[in-house]
């Protein structure tokens, strides 16, 4: 795919890396990409996948160089296939030959060898005449068999001049094994009723009498476990990204010919038709050409309260029509559609890399080889001290145990899979890591008024009768008039009086009277809508109480047209751009998070005082701008901006495209335009604003989780290196230690599975 903007134009590839352990891998992978001419890649660990961008004068660099370069280093890569759904609707564990499977059976069969071990080991009284050849028999397979991946990934990497996390456990739990082959067959270790105590405390002793095949094989089980649940809960985080993939439909109604055809769904082109039933989920994004329903998007956009639909709306692919029969002409198919657009921008958003995540990543690409040293230099100091050869040996040991880096290298990856998943699930939807970074420091929050804080279409909101009058009379005779015209005012007026009282009667000798109004006839009468200028053309005067509410009512800013017929003015309409029912508590949340809610419109400032005021923005010059010209907006967000403000954009339309690119935060409405949404950092599927309020939120809880992820890495791996070089720590509880950390990682950002 060839993009292009402000940046110069490039040829953007995925790649799906195999082989990779460790964060020191990833970092490693990226840096061979890197050094490719006009290349900038980004890999993600967690993710396992690479996100590559090509300059596009660069033209001897394609998928295949890529993939080679990915190979030289010593891993496995290539292109993703792209499906809309899985083929099927087993489980992942299902399939045998499936990663996660292979590695729970691998774990299964060392943890059932290496608890006798560990427990000869640990219980003196269970040590019976040679228990340690039986120890022996039974922990040679977990070293060599168990512990296999890591010894063929750290020779892999030494091949190639690296070292990794692999390194480290295949280095470490080789050295605890061939010190106890030594002690067996050339120490004392082997002789008839040897036994020896187990003690967390390093002891000095000769070393020749004890053996370490309880922490050689206890480590590769750890360690094993470890890497097991952090894939488990791996593909746990991305659940939420197959979940929005597996809730399209599989097969669809097609109607071909006057009959019902039913194909699977990525067979469907645009302009098909296709008929969807009640209970049936509506295959593709469309437009209803026949029928009328409600629709229920709550599994896409977590909207609550089924939408009604008729001819002419449109419908999106994967919500479920809860109501009659429908026809629907498809607009969107593949990769097109709403749905597939989500899953794009929630996969890129995960494949991101927050600027902390970028500094742990450089540190874990350096950690492996420091710590390499750190154990040679621990192993010489405590020779030198005179502490014998099994102390030095179990301190080295346990330095290169416990100093993983890949709780480091799990912190952001997990908590963005997981809170950029729950986002979508919510109809939230985070194009990257550094969203989540703009969401903590804005102050400010500028609001688009049309479309954003109110609905963006014009309402009948009251009719208003002359003495005498009935209310629903005036707005059948006026609703009948107003059908026949194309004009915004006109359709709400017909819109709403339809919904208050029924079926319209037929309006005849219908005319447009430019700049004034409609007149026609209908059942009989002369009717006039329109200014109060066409009806005193017609001698048709209001009286002062029609004219006091017509006036009141454009002071607040509202639209007011008055009826007349036979002669007589009857009575006024009044139509205006209706408030959201949701955005008053939209706007109480922005100001409960810190923020400062800023009205700007193109409407006069009488109706955007108005507007603000009903929602609880305060009215000031500084909170609510008016009258402003679409490319003046961003000019406003440049201001704030110059005024030392962080702010952040909601809007819906191609005219605020450039002022939410502008913006430190940008958030769009789902229910507006494509060119918005592309130019937001946020997306918000629902038109609802409370949305925005929970984006942020969420934003600003999947950082604290990163934050905290970190923090938690970093600290274990200050606390427990001092401890292991010092002497204090067994390589087996070094290797539960290192286990839990990653462990410890993965499940804190599961947590914001929960957010609501």
Not at 723 to 729: D, I, P
Request: include cysteine; charge should be negative.
């Amino acid at each position: 795919m060839t993009v292009s903007g402000t940046s110069a134009p490039t040829t953007d590839f995925e790649l799906e890396i195999n082989g990779m352990t460790c964060a020191s891998c990833a970092n490693r992978i990226e840096r061979k990409l890197n050094k490719l001419d006009g290349v900038a890649a980004t890999v993600n660990y967690a993710t396992e996948k690479a996100k590559i961008s090509v300059a596009a004068d660069t033209t001897d660099i394609d998928a295949g160089v890529l993939i080679a370069t990915v190979e030289s280093a010593g891993y496995g890569a290539k292109e993703p296939r792209r499906e809309t759904a899985p083929s099927s609707g087993s489980a992942p564990d299902a399939d045998p030959t499936d990663p996660v499977t292979l590695l729970r059976r691998r774990l299964l069969i060392s943890a059932l060898l290496t608890v006798p071990v560990v427990l000869l080991a640990m219980v003196p009284a269970l040590q019976f005449e040679s228990w340690q050849w039986l120890s022996l028999t039974l922990a040679a397979p977990v070293v060599v068999w168990g512990a296999a991946p890591f010894h063929r990934a750290a020779w892999t990497n030494a091949r190639h001049g690296a070292a990794t996390m692999d390194t480290l456990v295949s280095i470490g739990t080789l050295a605890a094994f061939g010190w106890s082959l030594y002690a067996l067959f050339l120490g004392t270790a082997g002789e008839p009723g040897m036994t020896h105590a187990f003690s967390f405390a390093i002891e000095r002793t000769d070393g020749l009498g004890n053996i370490y095949l309880e922490a050689a094989a206890g480590v590769t089980t750890f360690i094993l476990a470890g890497r097991y649940f952090e894939a488990r809960s791996k593909r746990r985080a991305g659940a939420a990204l197959t979940a929005l993939l597996e809730l399209g439909a599989k097969e669809v109604a097609v109607l071909r010919d006057g009959s019902e055809t039913r194909i699977p769904t990525d067979q469907l082109a645009v302009g098909d038709l296709f008929v969807v039933r009640p209970g049936e989920k509506v295959a593709t994004d469309g437009i209803v050409e026949d029928g009328s329903s409600a629709i229920d998007a709550a599994m896409l956009t977590g909207e609550s309260v089924p939408v009604e639909v008729a001819p002419g709306d449109g419908v999106t692919g994967a919500t479920v029509n809860a109501g009659g029969r429908i026809v629907v002409r498809a607009t969107r198919v593949g990769a097109d559609t709403q749905l597939a657009q989500m899953a794009r921008l929630v996969e890129e958003a995960q494949t991101g890399k927050a600027a902390a995540q970028r500094l742990a990543d450089r540190i874990s690409g350096i950690f492996v080889p420091i710590v390499l040293v750190l154990s040679a230099i621990t192993l010489g100091f405590w020779l030198g001290a005179g502490a014998g050869a099994a102390t030095a040996f179990t301190a080295a040991v346990a330095v290169l145990i416990i100093a993983c880096p890949c709780a480091l290298g799990l912190a952001t990856p997990t908590a963005l899979m997981v809170g950029t998943g729950r986002g979508a699930q919510l109809g939230i939807l985070i194009k990257g890591p550094e969203v989540l970074e703009s969401t903590r420091r804005i102050d400010t929050i500028v609001l688009d008024k049309t479309g954003t804080v109110t609905s963006g279409t014009m309402t009948l909101t009251d009719v208003i009768a002359a003495p005498g009058e009935d209310v629903d009379e005036i707005a059948r005779l006026a609703g009948a008039l107003e059908y026949a015209s194309e004009h915004p005012i006109a359709r709400a007026i017909a819109s709403g009086a339809e919904a208050r009282v029924g079926t319209l009667p037929a309006a005849e000798d219908f005319a447009n009277v430019p700049g004034l109004g409609v007149q026609g006839i209908v059942e009989g009468h002369a009717v006039l809508v329109g200014r109060v200028r066409l009806l005193e053309e017609w001698s048709q005067y209001l009286p002062e109480d029609l004219a006091s509410a017509m006036a009141a009512a454009e002071s607040e800013g509202r639209t007011a047209v008055a009826v007349g017929w036979d002669g007589q003015a009857r009575g006024v309409l009044v139509v205006n751009d209706v408030i959201k029912p949701t955005s008053a508590a939209a706007i109480a949340e922005f100001q409960r998070l810190g923020l400062t809610p800023v009205l700007l419109t193109g409407d006069n400032e009488t109706v955007a005082r108005s507007v603000a005021a009903e929602v609880g923005i305060p009215v000031s010059a500084d909170t609510v701008i008016a009258e402003v010209l679409p490319e003046d907006k961003v000019a406003v967000v440049r201001r704030l901006q110059d005024e030392g403000r962080v702010v952040a954009m909601v809007g819906d339309g191609v005219n605020d495209a450039p002022a939410l690119a502008q913006a430190d935060l940008g958030l769009s409405m789902g229910t507006g335009t494509d060119v918005a949404i592309q130019a937001s950092d946020l997306t918000l599927v629902r038109g609802d604003l409370r949305v925005a309020a929970d984006a942020i939120r969420l934003s600003r809880r999947t950082l604290a989780t990163i934050k905290g992820n970190l923090f938690w890495a970093f600290a274990y791996n200050v606390a427990a290196i001092p401890l292991a070089v010092a002497g204090l720590l067994n390589p087996m509880l070094a290797g539960a230690a290192m286990a839990f950390s990653s462990v410890f990682v993965v499940s804190n950002s599961l947590r914001l599975r929960r957010f609501r």
